[in-house]
Nanobody, 124 residues
Framework: QVQLVESGGGLVQAGDSLRLSCAAS????????MGWFRQLPGKEREIVAF????????YYADSVKGRFIISRNNAKNMVFLQMNSLKREDTAVYYC?????????????????WGKGTLVTVSS
């Protein structure tokens, strides 16, 4: 069973930066598309960013374009989310996700494997 473990969440002020990391328990995930979803208080889970398994393709939600950067290190089975210019509305639980199919993940907004989430709180 693949496990995804997030780290790097915390409390920051608006305008600050934060970097989330996600480690996968199995090397097979290095051939999967990986990315991040988030769930804001009282709202449904939404896709934030995704990256294809070779890193050649990336997807960003409109709300984070130009501020967030997704990257991955397949040698370490890890994916990262660099979050810059954070806003209060970025406050959410961020979930790492992985799916064998990048196009399915970004079009259907779903993933096969999920982490347990890490909380990001942005204060004004």
């Amino acid at each position: 069973q693949v496990q995804l473990v997030e780290s790097g969440g915390g409390l920051v002020q608006a305008g600050d930066s934060l970097r989330l990391s996600c480690a996968a328990s199995e090397r097979t995930v290095s051939t999967y598309a990986m990315g991040w979803f988030r769930q804001l208080p009282g709202k449904e889970r939404e896709i934030v960013a995704f990256i294809s398994w070779r890193g050649a393709s990336t997807y960003y939600a409109d709300s984070v374009k130009g501020r967030f950067i997704i990257s991955r290190n397949n040698a370490k089975n890890m994916v990262f989310l660099q979050m810059n210019s954070l806003k209060r509305e970025d406050t959410a639980v961020y979930y790492c996700a992985a799916d064998p199919d990048y196009i399915v993940a970004i079009t259907q907004k779903r993933a096969h494997y999920w982490g347990k989430g890490t909380l990001v709180t942005v204060s004004s």
